[in-house]
Antibody, heavy 116, light 111 residues
Framework: QVQLVESGGGLVKPGGSLRLSCAAS????????MSWIRQAPGKGLEWVSY????????YYADSVKGRFTISRDNAKNSLYLQMNSLRAEDTAVYYC?????????WGQGTLVTVSS | QPVLTQSSSASASLGSSVKLTCTLS???????IAWHQQQPGKAPRYLMK???????NKGSGVPDRFSGSSSGADRYLTISNLQSEDEADYYC?????????FGGGTKLTVL
């Protein structure tokens, strides 16, 4: 069965950096676009970034453009999100998601807290 | 880019039916959307893909009680024979060439 397992979340100070990982299994990872989506405490879902199956096409939400970098390693069935210059408003649960246009599978999420 | 509008809350009685609405912004009425369910304290779960024609495809394991329909720019999620576990937040999603968008979500209370 499809599994997406995020890791790398934690507490970081404003201005700091963090790298999230997502380990995929149960499907042919290299066939699918992948996304990162976040949810601030008590708030709705916010798309962050997506990457094409080959990694050649990448888009970001305006709120993270220039600070976050999405990447993937198809040989390792893994998706990554490098987050730099973190702000308090980046505090959220970050979900890895498999995309078929729409999101068809979600990971369980990893919590990122940006606080001094 | 498209915008999705959802009512913030809805309620219905155990065993009854409820119809949730997601409205696409002007100029985007033909867009395909997806519905997702998020039970309290859990990750979201994909429910179905819904086209403007009203045709829908559900995810694996989604009960028959869940169905979709469309009318113009409106996309609907109908839940029949409401169960207590259906109490959750429901989000619609759509996408464009360089972005994806979520509605604000509807909090469904089962009375």
């Amino acid at each position: 069965q499809v599994q997406l397992v995020e890791s790398g979340g934690g507490l970081v100070k404003p201005g700091g950096s963090l790298r999230l990982s997502c380990a995929a299994s149960g499907f042919t990872f290299s066939d699918y676009y992948m996304s990162w989506i976040r949810q601030a405490p008590g708030k709705g879902l916010e798309w962050v970034s997506y990457i094409s199956s080959s990694g050649s096409t990448i888009y970001y939400a305006d709120s993270v453009k220039g600070r976050f970098t999405i990447s993937r390693d198809n040989a390792k069935n893994s998706l990554y999100l490098q987050m730099n210059s973190l702000r308090a408003e980046d505090t959220a649960v970050y979900y890895c998601a498999r995309c078929q246009g729409y999101v068809s599978y979600w990971g369980q999420g990893t919590l990122v807290t940006v606080s001094s | 880019q498209p915008v999705l509008t959802q009512s913030s809350s809805a309620s219905a009685s155990l065993g009854s039916s409820v119809k949730l609405t997601c409205t696409l912004s002007s100029g985007h009425s033909s867009y395909i959307i997806a519905w997702h369910q998020q039970q309290p304290g859990k990750a979201p779960r994909y429910l179905m893909k819904l086209e403007g024609s009203g045709s829908y495809n559900k995810g694996s394991g989604v009960p028959d009680r869940f169905s979709g329909s469309s009318s113009g720019a409106d996309r609907y999620l109908t839940i029949s024979n409401l169960q207590s576990e259906d109490e959750a937040d429901y989000y619609c999603e759509t996408w464009d060439s360089n972005t994806r968008v979520f509605g604000g979500g509807t909090k469904l209370t089962v009375l």
